[in-house]
């Protein structure tokens, strides 16, 4: 890279604008696969997140096997996964409950999704933190099986991403003064 | 604004490498204030987490009384504190859960302080976040007195930040292979 580090490096989004950009994406994606590259990128940047006692409860499978994403798709009964070049699979360490006296499992990978989605975008990708619908209907076991994770580590997210097809802005937020305050609940400061 | 664009703008870190810097800091601070500008721009990102069907049930108070740093400090036990320029305290909204079936505050927070640490990070301060050491002795709930926090919401994380005296590295990590696999667990690919 010698002599290029003064040039713009693709991905090098800076961390403000990647916050503003990144959204909840489930629309369509356009053809192609998401390299192994930039996956690798997007993941390690998801291990260095915090974590609690650093502990680092969450591991991650990463899935461009399309059958396995047609499979993973079918049990979440959300179609449009199906189309999704990538799918990185969030699991949650369960055998450090045992290790100490508090457990920061959901923390742990909590703070690993955002990262990943945040280097997601500014990869160029589109994605979505998929939570609630794993819980229903022994869903988060059926995807553990698919994958062959094992039995001490819990399914807990899955992220289909993309290089989106539509232009999708972030959901609507409260305004900050609602939930910003100063020295006080409440007050503005 | 105009005619900047182009030129690098103070703050506007890559976000590889503010996920790179980010690390948790216990060490002594430089002296002066955050100024309100910073800490704004570093709450700003915070709010823009995603959030459990977008509910944000995530408030922040931000403390930059010395008085009230000071009576953190001492809640918590971690003197530490008290010499830290401004402290951000994570606030849990509880009402959320009475509107839906599944509640994600646990996640939205944590999201959340994931964006705050590497915003602040980008503009070169340190920070660490501090959970656990809440959850004993009704320490959450004196914080949550003090800086006048509601019964409908629970204080779950203290967030210290500063300009860092030391140079600290992110803790060590895991070899990305024992927890980044891909089609399968424990698959290299």
Known sequence: MTGYAARPILGAMDIFTAIEKRHSYRGPYKAGSVPRADLK???LAAVRAPSGYNEQTTSFVAVDDSEKIRAISEILQQPRIADAP???????????????????????????????????????????????SLRRDDRARRVAE??????????????????PEESWPQK????????????????AG
């Open 41 to 43: 990128k997007i993941l």
């Open 86 to 132: 990538a799918v990185v699979v969030l699991c949650m360490d369960l055998s450090a409950k045992k290790r100490r006296d508090l457990y920061f499992g959901v923390e742990d990978y909590s703070a690993a999704c955002e990262n990943l989605l945040l280097a997601a975008t500014a990869l160029g990708y589109a994605a979505v933190w998929i939570d609630g």
């Open 146 to 163: 698919l994958l062959d994770v094992p039995d001490s580590f819990e399914v807990r997210v899955v992220v289909p991403l993309g290089v």
């Open 172 to 187: 609507e937020k409260k305004p900050p003064a609602e939930r910003v305050f100063f020295n006080s609940f409440g007050s």
